[in-house]
């Protein structure tokens, strides 16, 4: 069964954007097409909506006239607030059309200002979808986590930010010329931080599911924990693809779904590393104990990245270090106790 196509409403607070871009992306002029572009992979646009005072944007009229964005007017008057007038505005706009329009399923805020979280909240409990687009250095912490995901302007498919002009002298001939990187360039992502993440969420997934789970519930799930997660931010062009990535190295296993392009997503019964694992965990146990005694827990993790320095449960499904003791414990490798003396865990390497 195809999935319902998502009808989508989007509104623009433009100032914020159109400002935030200029200041904080080395004087790009904002360019809507690309929000546009991005929103019609997620469904149908049939409401947009940007709110301005048009007289001080006069080229960007033209242009979002051209893409069909209908232009909300809010005139500066005397003693009044222009900022507040359209923020206003759009959200009674916003909610108005939330209560009398319920074949909208998703609500696109384009905007980096933190009054309009209310307006979020509010529209996630009509349980309408919300999906925030805002300039990073200029989107308050506040909004992202509010919606149910967030899209960097900046990051979007089709956004060329321009370089910043470089102020030192210009190099002699016989100097190499050395190429700047943008100011405005991401650090490059961990893939192992990567691997945590999805494999601390599918095991997640499995504890709380009683049946298969989907890829497309782990992305769901990836955006509920940080609505800024895109996979593009990896190097990947598409989820399916990081999935494939991850399955290549063993870290999950897919197999084909009931919907076509929506695999089932689990851990592969061997190559995933936990037998090195536990067996690490044992012996930094047995040899620890050899020393001074059974050790405890506090401090046992770093005596095991003494040994392997990238270790961490959590690229193997497990939300902490006490539950991947308690699963070796459980296959037999070592034993745990309360100790009330050293109120901690007591380790003891078995056989």
């Not at 007289?55 to 007017?73: A, C, K, M, W, Y």
């Not at 399923?105 to 909240?121: A, E, K, R, W, Y």
């Not at 192992?192 to 494999?199: G, I, K, N, P, S």
């Not at 401090?299 to 006490?322: A, I, T, V, W, Y």
Request: contains cysteine; proline residues 5%.
């Amino acid at each position: 069964m195809a999935t319902e196509e998502q009808r989508i409403a989007l509104f623009l607070d433009y100032e914020n954007l159109a400002i935030g871009a200029r200041d904080h992306l080395n004087g790009l002029e904002f360019d809507f097409r690309p929000i546009a572009d991005a929103l019609a992979e997620r469904g149908r646009v049939v409401v947009r909506r940007a709110y301005a005072d048009w007289s001080t944007f006069g080229e960007d009229r033209q242009r979002l006239t051209h893409n069909h964005v209908e232009l909300i007017e809010i005139p500066q008057r005397m003693g009044a607030s222009r900022k507040n007038a359209a923020d206003i505005k759009m959200a009674v706009d916003a909610l108005e059309m939330a209560f009398e329009r319920d074949y909208i399923t998703t609500f696109v805020i384009c905007t980096g200002d933190s009054d309009f979280t209310p307006l979020v909240h509010k529209l996630r409990e009509l349980n309408k979808q919300v999906i925030g687009v805002g300039v990073k250095d200029s989107t308050s912490s506040l909004l992202p986590p509010a919606c149910d995901e967030f899209l960097f302007y900046e990051r979007l498919e089709g956004v060329e930010v321009p370089r910043r002009e470089s102020k030192r002298a210009r190099p002699r001939k016989t100097e190499p010329i050395e190429e700047e990187t943008p100011a405005e360039a991401p650090a490059a992502e961990s893939l192992d931080d990567l691997a945590e993440l999805v494999t601390q969420t599918l095991a997640g997934l499995q504890r709380s599911s009683a049946g298969a789970v989907l890829a497309s519930s782990v992305k769901r799930a990836l955006l509920r924990k940080d609505p800024t997660f895109s996979e593009p931010d990896y190097g990947f062009r598409a989820f399916g693809e990081l999935l494939r990535y991850l399955e290549e190295r063993k870290v999950i296993e897919l197999t084909a779904g009931v919907a076509k392009g929506d695999p089932e997503v689990g851990f592969p019964a061997e190559g995933r590393g936990e037998d090195e694992a536990f067996a690490l965990l044992r012996e930094v146990v047995a040899d620890l104990q050899a020393q001074n005694g059974p050790p405890v827990m506090s401090g046992l993790k770093n005596q095991l990245r003494k040994r392997q320095p990238d270790f961490s449960e959590k690229r193997h499904g497990f939300g902490g270090f006490l539950q991947f003791c308690k699963a070796a414990q459980a296959r037999g490798l070592v034993t745990i106790e309360w100790d009330e003396q050293a109120g901690d865990y007591v380790l003891r390497a078995a056989g």
